[in-house]
């Protein structure tokens, strides 16, 4: 009865804390709660997909499948970092209840963002037959077929990249969970989508590619016209509102987004490709499900903080740094739980893959802590860089950022082939990569948030 009656005080407290705090951490808190639920069922879906996905392709097409998805990944650095400028300068303007710059930022970039993945896919239709993929992935497929497939998914993630854009809209207005409910169609989408494939027989790499092209570019399509004819009217896109005079204010800030999303991409997405060229595309299978297991933790963990990125630039607008200083603590506080939320994701991981893979799946359990070890420093960075990308003085995240994508691939092969560490020397490239920015972006949040920081800390 007194752990009944302690949680039942714990809980009123609980909800009485969100009903008198401020507006904002109201707004952030509700945003957190929807995504997180929204979330859930995403991860659950894409697990589903993995299952039904690898029981389809078997290990070597997975593998192969699981490599050109990664290396087609390099296309989101082509937006320019144009979805976080758009999603900085909108937060900024929403504000000051500028509804009418609004509109002409969102108009804008939907234009450069058609620009860019036309001119990406001219150059692509040309550059992908010349590239011996043989080579490059290690591949026994003929070099016609895998042009084809890279070809195909490519379209499908430009096409994805401009219609993407709704999202970036509804994270700078902190409707986070709108945002996350068009993944979970998505999700949904790709595995009735992948089903209905195997339950045809159509068991080979190009049906996949098709499918995995087609089902995000019409969701998104649907709730681009559903949302910006109801929840976001006023912010409905029209050539009327494009003013190619703003630009430098999108792309300025926009560029540098740009050069850190392509060093992540270096650090975050080149492994699987990396490990397909050393080891062959069997073993992308064993490293990319393992990742994806504890990833979802991670993905879990931006859920719930990605609503404070466009509130903390909102505060920073109207100069509300003691807001910015305590909801900076509490989201450091709510590590402790990620950290016993892998842990205990790691005691379980054997159970686990036999559960959702079958006996059949293998791994080693030093993968499985390394990996471990990489989502805890991952999530860690992500508080502060929410904090950084808020604040707009990403200066610092560029260099480290570039520092960590210049030593990253000669790590992976070092530790990887040299050392003979297999696609464990991969990951633990990855953490090494990612621990110089974690680092200094620590020491940089903390002087942003309490007003000391100066010279390259606040630029």
Not at 102 to 114: D, E, N, P, Q, W
Not at 162 to 180: G, M
Not at 266 to 288: A, H, M
Request: net charge positive.
């Amino acid at each position: 009865m007194n752990v009944r009656r302690n949680l039942t005080v714990w809980l009123t407290d609980r909800v009485s804390s969100v009903r008198t705090a401020h507006p904002r951490t109201r707004q952030a808190f509700k945003n957190s709660v929807a995504s997180v639920l929204v979330k859930g069922g995403n991860i659950i879906l894409s697990f589903i997909l993995v299952r039904i996905t690898l029981g389809l392709l078997q290990d070597e097409k997975y593998g192969i499948w699981t490599a050109i998805s990664s290396l087609v990944t390099f296309a989101s650095f082509f937006d320019i970092g144009l979805g976080n400028g758009l999603r900085n300068r909108l937060a900024e303007v929403v504000a000051q209840e500028d509804h009418k710059t609004g509109r002409t930022y969102i108009s804008t970039a939907y234009v450069l963002f058609a620009g860019i993945q036309f001119a990406l896919l001219l150059i692509a239709c040309v550059a992908i037959y010349l590239v011996n993929w043989k080579y490059v992935l290690n591949v026994r497929l003929s070099n016609s077929y895998v042009s084809l497939l890279v070809l195909v998914t490519l379209t499908g993630f430009c096409l994805k990249i401009l219609l993407d854009t709704v999202s970036y809209v509804l994270l700078a207005l902190q409707k986070t969970a709108f945002s996350n409910a068009i993944y979970l169609v998505i999700n949904l989408g790709l595995v009735v989508g992948i089903w209905a494939l195997g339950a045809g027989g159509y068991n080979n790499l190009l049906s996949v590619s098709i499918m995995s092209a087609i089902v995000p570019v019409v969701v998104l399509v649907g709730f681009s016209l559903y949302y910006y004819q109801n929840h976001l009217r006023e912010f409905a896109p029209s050539l009327k509102a494009v003013d190619f005079g703003i630009r430098n204010k999108l792309m300025g800030l926009g560029l540098k987004f740009f050069i850190i999303q392509l060093a992540g991409i270096v650090i975050f997405y080149t492994d699987n490709v990396i490990i397909s060229k050393l080891f062959g595309p069997k073993s992308v299978t064993e490293y990319s499900v393992v990742f994806r297991y504890y990833n979802a933790v991670n993905s879990f963990f931006f859920v719930i903080i990605s609503p404070y990125w466009s509130a903390f630039t909102e505060a920073y607008a109207k100069n509300e740094l003691a807001w910015v200083k305590k909801s900076y603590t509490r989201l450091k506080r709510s590590w402790l739980v990620i950290l016993l939320a892998v842990g205990v994701m790691l005691l379980i991981s054997t159970k686990v893959y036999q559960i959702w893979l079958g006996p059949s799946f293998k791994t080693s359990w030093s993968l499985n802590v390394l990996m471990a070890c990489f989502v805890l420093v991952s999530c860690w960075n992500n508080i502060t860089v929410t904090v950084i990308n808020g604040f707009g003085k990403v200066k610092m995240q560029l260099f480290t950022a570039l520092a960590g994508a210049a030593i990253n691939i000669p790590l992976c092969v070092y530790l990887g082939r040299d050392l003979n560490l297999g696609n464990k020397g991969i990951i633990i490239a990855s953490i090494i990569s990612l621990l110089l920015g974690t680092l200094l972006g620590t020491i940089q949040a903390n002087k942003l948030v309490s007003r000391t920081a100066k010279g390259l800390w606040a630029d």
